[in-house]
DNA sequence: GTGTACCTGTGACAATCATCACAAACTAAA
DNA sequence: TTTAGTTTGTGATGATTGTCACAGGTACAC
C-alpha cells in the first residue's frame, strides 16, 4: 500500500502507538484495500471470518439473520477497526454478516498473516493488543445499552453519544439495532 | 506467589500461550492474592479500576446501580478473567461494583505493573493480548443474549450454555442479569 | 424448635410494546 | 413531472411484561 501516511489508519496507529518505521512499512504491505458498494457484503453469516477491518470510508452495517429476519448488532463509521473475534479465533462460521451501508473503502487485515507479524515484530503485537482493547471498549459501552436502558433511553443515549448514527442510518435500521419495533421508534421520536 | 503450578490460573496462562519459565515467574510475582467472603467488594463504582481480575476460586456478580436499583451485567466464575477495561484504560471511574457471590478467591494484576512487564516481555505481552480476546469473545456472546433473544429465549439460552449460572445463583439475581423482573422469570421458569 | 430475614410463587391489574393495516411522505429513475 | 419503490407515521388491537400485594417456603441464627 502507497502514501498510506494521509490514511485515517495511518493516524489512527500512530495515535495508538508508537511504532517505528520499519514496523508500519511491514503492518502496511500486508494491507488489502476494498471498495464496497452500498449492500454489499464483506463477510458473510456461516463463513469463517479470517480478517480484521478497518472502516476509512463510509460504514458497515453488522446483523444477524434470525428466522429470515435481520437484526442489526452493529454499525462501524469511520476511523474503527472491526471483526468478528469469536468467528476469527475459533475458526467457527461467523454468526453475523457484514455489509456495506454506503459506497465504502475498507482496508483488510489478513488473521495469519497478522498473527505471523506478532511472532516477528513485538511492535506489531503491541498494535493488536491496543487494537483489541479498543474493541472491547466499545462493546462493553453498547452492552449497556441493552442491559440497562429501556427503549426510549436507548434512542436518547444515540441521540448524545451517537448523533452520526442517527443522522447516517434510516430509521428502521434503527430500530432493530435498538431492539424495538420500526413503529415504536417512530413514536419515540416524536416526542 | 508460591507453588502457582497448582493453580487454575497456570493451567489457564499454560493453556493460552508458551510462555518460558522466566516469563511465568516475573508475572506470578507480580500478583496480589485477596480472598473475598460473599456480598464483599472488589472493585466499587465510582472508583477507577485498576486491575486485571481472575477469579480461583467462587464467582464475582457484575452490577451496575441504577436510580438505586442494581441491575446485574455478568457473572464471573472459576477460571476466568474480567476486568472493567473502559475504566482501567480511560482512567475514568468504572460504572459497575465487583461483589463476591461467594467466599471467593481472587488474582489481581496491576495495571501498571502489566503495562510494564509487557515491555520487559514480547512473551507477556503476547499474553495480554490473548487475555483480551478471551474477553472479548465473552463479551460478544453475552451481548447476543439481548439483541438477538426475547426473555423466554435468554432464559432457554442459560439453560444450555450455563447451567452452572443457574445453579448457583438465586432466581431473582438471574432476573435481573437477563433483564426481567423477577415474577416474569418465576413464570418462565414454571414451564 | 422457633423466630427472623430473605427468597420465591401467584393473582390482579396497568403499562409497554409488537403486530397488522393502511395512509402519507420521501426518493430516485424515466 | 410522473411514477414506482421505499421509508415513515398512525390508529386499533392483542400479547407480553412490569408492578403491586400478599402468601408460602427456605435458610440460618439463636
Redesign the interface.
Known sequence: MKDYKKTLLYKKIIDLTDMTELSLDKLFNVITIKQIKKHENILNQGIICRNIFFVENGYLRIY?D?DGKE?N?DFIFENSFTT???SL??AIPS?TTFQAGELSTIYEFDKDILLAL?KES?EI??F??KL??Q???A??????L???FKPEERYKYLQTNKPELLQRVSLSQISSYL?VARETLSRIRKK
Chains 1, 2 share one sequence.
Open positions: 444477524t434470525k437484526i448488532t468478528n473475534l469469536k479465533r475459533l454468526d506478532y513485538p503485537e503491541s493488536g493488543r483489541l482493547e474493541l472491547l471498549i462493546q462493553e459501552e453498547h452492552a449497556n441493552f442491559k440497562i431492539g
